[in-house]
């Protein structure tokens, strides 16, 4: 009786074990796959966060240069107008002083006829001086006065011009400020998601991210064919895309734009000029720098932007280029995708105001972004250029 007791009793205890062990099993698969996707999901999402930061420091990028190219440009008119000013301010002077010379000569010299004087006062010098003094002021020298009032409205039209220019500058100069602070918004956003990314995070990072690449170069037009040979190489990796990923590593890929960049601004020409003589020389400068910092506003030799490199580039093989890259734009002939020739330039944004890139050949550019100066991959890289241009 009590070993059949005992004996019921073991069973029931085994057949709670199992039933136990079966619900802990069972709970901890679900858990494991849970956290797979939810560390999935989070690389996700700071993946995207990271793309998106990306191309806000892209377009803070073109802010800060277009505004800086208009700042130099406003402070141009600012010098002219003040040399205007201070030119008619020197004229007002020796109008007065004119005006100032001729009264006091006619007061004391006189210069009308004595005859007439001693019949109209008793004194005929007196007369004479006094008489010539009145007409210096209100008769036959009233060209020096209309000419000092003439004089007078142009010193007003000048200061009015340069307070413009001045307001010009400094509102060019508020943008510039602005755009600083959006960087420097970003880049501190930036530090804190790389922060958090370590370890497994990391590596599942790193596969969102290449994920994205591929899928943005899967997206994008055909690489221009060229018939020329690409230039020559400098150990760079190609195929990045721009992103500091903390500042340090190497470019990665953004995601995919989500509307559709704007047209060129000109149809490209139907029969494209000649490649200028020595593209192949600012190639190879431009590849002599591969690894150089980003830099706002900096043409080199050590820190550049993106057409600060190319202006010093081109500076090496004697062509001067203005420090803007919708300058640059501006005096490039417009050239197609599949015309695109090593030495030719290409462009983002409208009229080329965000970003140029110096094409290499073989679907090939070498530029300066994100973290410095790199090569990357044309069909996939950032989103679709405006526009290509022929020096």
Known sequence: MVASRKTRTRGLLSGLAIIALAAVSFSIVPAGADQVSDKQAEAAQISAKLAELDAKKMELDAQYERANFALSQAQDKVAEAQRVADETTAEMQRRQDDIRRFSVQAYTTGNDSPEFDAVV?????????????LQATTGNRQDLIDSLNATKEKAAADAERLQAAQGEAEAHAKEIEAARSGAAAASNDQRTLNSKV???????????????AAAAAAAAPP???STAATAPAAGAAAGTAPTTNGGGGAPTA???????????????????????????????AALSKIGSPYVWGAAGPNVFDCSGLVLWAYAQVGVSLPHYSGAQYAMTTRISASQLQPGDLVFWGAGGSEHVAIYMGGNQLVHAFGSGVATTQLAGWWKPPTGYGRL
């Open 121 to 133: 006062t008793s004194d005929s010098s007196a007369g004479v001086e006094k008489r010539a003094y």
């Open 198 to 212: 370590q370890g497994e995070l990391a590596t599942l990072v790193a596969e969102e991210n290449a994920k994205r």
């Open 223 to 225: 690489a221009p064919a």
């Open 254 to 284: 953004p995601a995919a734009p989500t509307a559709p960049a704007p047209a060129p601004q000109a149809p490209p020409v139907s029969s494209a000029p000649p490649v200028r003589g020595g593209a192949g020389g600012a190639i190879s």
